[in-house]
């Protein structure tokens, strides 16, 4: 993956860089069987000659961590925090109303309003399982940057995060280049969360994945 400040200003790029480059090796790592990611911040203007060509895999390489080679076009959504990070009285509330026979609409707040599914960058982490607090080897607690999914969205969340330009083709049959569009598939059907350090001038990065 490939993000420019243009695109992406959010982004926490460290002084004098406008370039994130997310590279991984695609064979299983331990402890979590995962891909392992390297993070690159740079300078588009000192990048050197390109490829025009990308470079064949490994033989040895697993062809689920192989992504189907794609354009980006971010977009900026609003989402709210998932269940796990929600405080207990307003959980129970929202669970409340999702049960009241006066929501005919059948719209869910985990599904439709939360946190975002699918492969994302900063906003709240859509976890899979419980959530995991990431510090940086100099003790400062460390920030979501992003996510990379096996899944984009499933039939019912496709209702509120899918392109509105896509909606007509999520139906109980939809292709799977509909809802895993990359062609990734981490763990089982998880994601791979990364985190950086907003306090360390160099923006250090660690992470973990989860599976269903």
């Known amino acids: 993956m490939q993000l420019f400040a243009h695109d992406v200003p959010e982004l926490p790029f460290p002084d004098d860089t406008d370039t994130l480059q997310v590279l991984w090796c695609p064979l299983d790592h331990e402890p979590y069987s995962q891909p392992h990611p390297i993070v690159r911040w ?4 000192e990048v050197g000659s390109l490829l025009t060509k990308a470079p064949e895999p490994d033989p040895d ?34 669970w409340a109303w999702e ?33 995991v607090q990431f510090e940086c080897g100099r003790g400062h607690e460390m920030a979501h940057l992003l996510t990379i999914a096996s899944w984009e969205l499933d039939i019912k969340s496709g209702r509120r ?39 360390c001038p160099e923006r250090p990065v660690d992470y973990i994945s989860q599976g269903s």
């Not at 697993?62 to 900026?76: F, G, I, K, T």
């Not at 869910?108 to 982490?125: C, D, E, N, Q, R």
């Not at 981490?186 to 350090?197: H, K, N, P, R, T």
């Open 161 to 199: 995060w899918a392109p509105i330009e896509e909606r007509p083709l999520l139906t109980p049959h939809a292709p799977e280049e509909v809802q895993n569009p990359t062609d990734l598939m981490i763990q089982d059907a998880g994601s791979l969360y990364m985190f950086v350090c907003l306090e």
């Open 42 to 45: 740079r300078k588009a203007e």
């Open 99 to 131: 049960k009241d026979a006066s929501n005919s609409d059948d719209l869910s707040y985990f599904s439709h309003l939360s946190a975002a599914p699918g492969s994302k960058v900063g906003g709240w982490v859509d976890w899979i399982q419980d959530p």
């Open 61 to 94: 390489s697993d062809d689920s961590y192989l992504p189907m080679a794609c354009v980006l076009s971010p977009e900026r959504v609003e989402e709210y925090p998932d269940g796990w990070e929600l405080p207990d009285e307003l959980g129970a509330r929202i």
